[in-house]
């Protein structure tokens, strides 16, 4: 089994063993379905946010990686290639900030006056 395969067994075992106390409760009354609502929504509002800046982050630490390898087989070609980069990393920062929007966005739903 190769390394991603681990890294992505791994993730699944932390994420379930995360999500054991949320299954092992107890069936809640109307008056607590909202409470139970908005926790839920403040565990995946996190879980947004947290895996899109660990994507952001890994793809600009390839992108940077990338762009060095380059520059530095090609030093005639940098503008070029730094130019593209910027383009790339704030096309990836955009994604994170839209990641962030939409945990806001989960977080800030009054959850009482939509059921």
Do not use: D
């Not at 994420?15 to 054991?20: D, Q, S, T």
């Not at 839920?40 to 060095?68: D, H, N, R």
């Amino acid at each position: 089994m190769n390394r991603k395969m681990k890294a992505l067994g791994l993730l699944v075992f932390f994420a379930l063993v995360a999500a054991a106390p949320l299954l092992a409760q107890e069936v809640a009354g109307p008056s607590e379905t909202k409470a139970s609502l908005y926790r839920l929504s403040i565990i995946v509002g996190g879980a947004i946010i947290t895996l899109a800046a660990a994507a952001g982050a890994f793809c600009q630490a390839k992108a940077i990686s990338s762009a060095c390898e380059g520059i530095s087989r090609n030093p005639g070609a940098a503008p070029h290639i730094r130019f593209l980069l910027l383009l790339g990393l704030i096309l990836i920062e955009t994604l994170v900030i839209y990641a962030l929007l939409v945990t806001f966005i989960i977080l800030m739903v009054k959850w009482g006056k939509y059921t």
